[in-house]
């Protein structure tokens, strides 16, 4: 998509996790309570670490060619906005967080190429608090020992209102980020709010009409995109061996696009037939059971 002019995309999601382009899911969030939550998991294309998003958060994404783009511009509009709210203590850190106090409210994420650029970032107005912490847990039991993803830096969070807000009171918190924001970002790239393009209000079925979103949410939406896009990792497995006192032995299986590309067992003392018949319990090409 060509971007002509600075663009400010606002919208909320269902129950969700979002992960980075180069994370793991298994690292980043409890993949089995997602699934028992009915939590949906996306991985963005762009970079950045781990969100949960639901009602009670709201999310921006500005888009502007490349030649105007500052990496802090946009974090210092939200402070702005959510200033002009009547909060106080608000903050921007060098990793483009908007805090109030010592507690963050908002989190940005970034995608550079040679024409355009786009900040991505959440707002947590009311979410509900203890699912996020929940959903953003590692897996257990998949003791991963090393990984060439990015992980992401956990800091202690805070909403602008109380997460019991009514489903209407959080209609109304959202309505009023939006209000600020919606006028911070017309009086930076143009000037006033009259002078800024008029608002439009875009939905899901208007959005499914168009081919080239639809393939977008395909791909978005498939296993080799949320899962196979996973940076190589190498977990370790302890795998009984009733030949040895009933010993557990560490096997390290790493994994390239969430599917196993080796295996091996460091215990000298195994001979090599037991050797092959560990390596047999990890098939190549098998994918991280889910």
């Known amino acids: 998509m060509q971007v002509e002019h600075p663009i400010l995309f606002i919208y909320r999601n269902r129950k969700s996790v979002i992960i980075g382009r180069n994370q793991n899911p298994w690292q980043e969030a409890n993949v089995a309570e997602l699934a028992r939550e009915g939590i949906v998991l996306v991985r963005r294309r762009s970079g950045g670490g781990t969100v949960y998003h639901d009602e009670g958060n709201t999310n921006y994404s ?4 490349r030649a105007q ?3 802090g511009e946009n974090a210092r509009l939200v402070a702005e906005a959510v200033q002009e709210m009547g909060v106080q203590g608000v903050t921007v850190t060098d990793r483009y967080d908007v805090c109030v106090g010592d507690r963050k409210v908002s989190g940005s994420a970034f995608r550079i190429t040679s024409r355009r650029a786009y900040h991505h970032g959440t707002m947590l107005l009311s979410s509900d608090l203890a699912r996020l912490k929940g959903a953003l ?4 039991h998949i003791n991963i020992v090393d990984s060439k993803a990015v992980v992401s830096v956990r800091s202690p969070v805070a909403c602008l209102a109380p997460s019991s807000a009514s489903s209407s009171t959080t209609t109304t918190h959202h309505l009023r980020f939006v209000h600020h924001l919606c006028r911070a970002f017309s009086r930076h790239y143009y000037g006033s709010f009259d002078a800024a393009p008029r608002p439009q209000m875009i939905g899901e079925s208007e959005l499914e009409t168009n081919e080239f979103v639809r393939a977008g949410c395909a791909e978005l939406k ?3 995109w949320i899962y196979g896009q996973t940076p190589q990792f190498t977990r370790e497995v302890l795998v009984p061996h009733s030949g040895a006192d009933d010993a557990l032995i560490p096997v390290q299986v790493t994994y390239r696009h969430a ?8 215990q000298p003392q195994l001979n090599p ?4 018949a560990v390596s ?5 090409g098998t994918p991280l059971a889910l």
């Open 62 to 65: 500005v888009m502007l060619p």
């Open 69 to 71: 783009f500052e990496r």
């Open 137 to 140: 847990r590692p897996t257990p």
């Open 222 to 224: 498939s296993w080799d």
């Open 259 to 266: 599917r196993i590309a080796h295996s091996s067992v460091h």
């Open 273 to 276: 037939a037991l050797q092959r």
């Open 280 to 284: 047999r319990l990890f098939p190549l």
